[in-house]
């Protein structure tokens, strides 16, 4: 377990909350365990990269014209992307790396990821659900793309 800071980078692939509000982050190499809830590391990594959570919230709200269970843009350079499976407030929500998802298929009640370096985890989400926000995550990358073409004309 680890009492230290940490920044959301383009190899985190899941935050995923325990019972004691600590943290389980899947990075593509290891499994790290802070003692630090899943909100906490994500306003940090906003702050880190020079926003807020709730600035990057509005952002995707703007956007993406929704209010519920939104993506959002921790850092833009990179892309990286973080969307949850349930309300940002549920104390059991996950949030799922965009850019490192290369699948995902339907197990009945739970949804398996496959992440680029082939680890998988399983997740108590609907197939359905899982999809929706992975579209979400997915428009909003492509208008951070388009508004990045833009901005280079």
């Not at 197939?127 to 901005?151: C, D, G």
């Amino acid at each position: 377990m680890n009492n230290e800071q940490y920044e959301i980078s383009s190899t985190t692939c899941a935050l995923i909350p325990k019972f004691d509000l600590s943290t389980v982050i899947v990075e593509e190499e290891k499994s790290i365990h802070i003692l630090m809830p899943i909100q906490k590391i994500i306003e940090y990594s906003c702050a880190y990269y020079g926003s807020s959570f709730q600035g990057r919230i509005i952002g995707s709200k703007y956007a993406l014209g929704s209010k519920y269970k939104l993506p959002i843009i921790i850092e833009e350079s990179k892309e990286l992307i973080f969307f949850p499976t349930l309300s940002a407030e549920n104390e059991n929500c996950i949030w799922i790396s965009l850019n490192n998802i290369i699948n995902y298929q339907n197990c009945g009640n739970y949804t398996e990821i496959t992440f680029k370096n082939n680890k998988k985890i399983k997740i108590e989400i609907s197939y359905r659900s899982f999809e929706n926000q992975m579209l979400r995550a997915t428009k909003l990358l492509l208008i951070l793309k388009s508004r990045k073409n833009e901005a280079k004309l």
